[in-house]
Nanobody, 124 residues
């Protein structure tokens, strides 16, 4: 089992940047593919980005391609989401998730462990 704690959210103006972190504990981090999802008020949770166990593969939602970058440091048991050129529509609670799967999966059903989320608010 793995425990996940997100940090780095906050309030930022449109066009700004934030870097989210997700620290994992309780199990061998490098066994898990990691992903970021987000949920805006009144909307369903949606996929943002995913990264494979080794970090060699990644996937992104079309809405964030070219603006967001997912990375991981297995020595620090941490996955990151660098968010640039933020837009008001990026406002949401961002969750990291871990799954014992190969590759960089986009479906939330592939991930068994979830953090509590961190709020990102982008003002116009």
């Amino acid at each position: 089992q793995v425990q996940l704690v997100e940090s780095g959210g906050g309030l930022v103006q449109a066009g700004g940047s934030l870097r989210l972190s997700c620290a994992a504990s309780g199990s061998t981090f490098s066994r898990y593919a990691m992903a970021w999802f987000r949920q805006a008020p009144g909307k369903e949770r949606e996929f943002v980005a995913a990264i494979s166990r080794s970090g060699g593969f990644s996937n992104y939602a079309d809405s964030v391609k070219g603006r967001f970058t997912v990375s991981r440091n297995n020595a620090k048991n941490t996955v990151y989401l660098q968010m640039n050129s933020l837009k008001p529509e990026d406002t949401a609670v961002y969750y990291c998730a871990a799954g014992l799967v190969a590759g960089a999966r986009v479906s939330e059903y592939e991930y068994d462990y979830w953090g509590q989320g961190t709020q990102v608010t982008v003002s116009s």
